[in-house]
């Protein structure tokens, strides 16, 4: 049996016309793009997911508006980041509101890291460690820097589809990205770790 690959302009063009299953197989090539996206705007992966829905109805809503200057995955990744964005000023601003206890399962996952990594207690915590000060590291960037190297490092987008989901040109980006890179190394030499990249 040949399956025939349907391009993502005719599903388009057929969600347009009403067609669900279309404009659900264009939801199924493009989740997990989507997904990530959110994520790595979010840093939840249940965030993630409403912010994934969001833009997937949003998409929808809107599908009579796509134009087509862009792929349909680059329209669609646009939207989702946008989504994310909004949902965690959203969050911030509730977190400001809410004073956050310290998570007890820190701990726990030190613990659970030590068992299945069959490193030492002293090498499995040295790793911990540095992996908590890269996170911090990332964190303390501005967001705009922040955002554009969490985009690629998960390898799964292209400078240009970063830039058309930042709305922003792609030399911008390439720059930030460089730029984000050389603040958490600069970071994690301050906190002595001189043997970092």
């Known amino acids: 049996m040949s399956t025939v690959c349907v ?3 005719e599903l388009v063009a057929r969600a347009r016309q009403g067609d669900p ?3 659900g197989e264009l939801v199924d090539r493009h989740r997990s793009a989507v997904y990530r996206a959110a994520l790595a705007a979010l840093g939840s992966h249940a965030e993630a997911e409403d912010a994934a829905q969001d833009a997937f109805v949003m998409a929808f809503k809107r599908l009579g508006g ?3 200057d862009a792929s349909f995955k680059t ?3 646009t939207i989702a980041w946008h989504q994310a964005i909004n949902r965690r000023r959203s969050l911030r601003r509730m977190l400001r509101q809410i004073v956050q206890p310290a ?3 820190d701990q726990e996952s030190v613990v659970e890291h030590v068992a299945a990594s069959g490193l030492s207690p002293e090498a499995a915590a040295a790793t911990t460690e540095l992996r908590r000060s890269i996170r911090a590291a990332i964190r303390s960037l501005a967001p705009k820097l922040r955002d554009a190297l969490l985009l690629a ?3 799964d987008y292209t400078y240009a589809e970063i830039a058309a989901m930042q709305r922003t040109p792609v030399g911008t980006i390439k720059w930030r990205v460089s730029e984000a890179r050389r603040l958490v190394k600069l970071r994690l030499r301050e906190g002595g770790y001189d043997d970092v990249g």
């Open 75 to 77: 329209w669609l990744l």
């Open 21 to 23: 299953v279309a404009f």
């Open 7 to 9: 391009s993502d302009a």
């Open 103 to 105: 998570s007890s399962t």
């Open 66 to 68: 796509f134009r087509g």
């Open 153 to 155: 490092q998960s390898g």
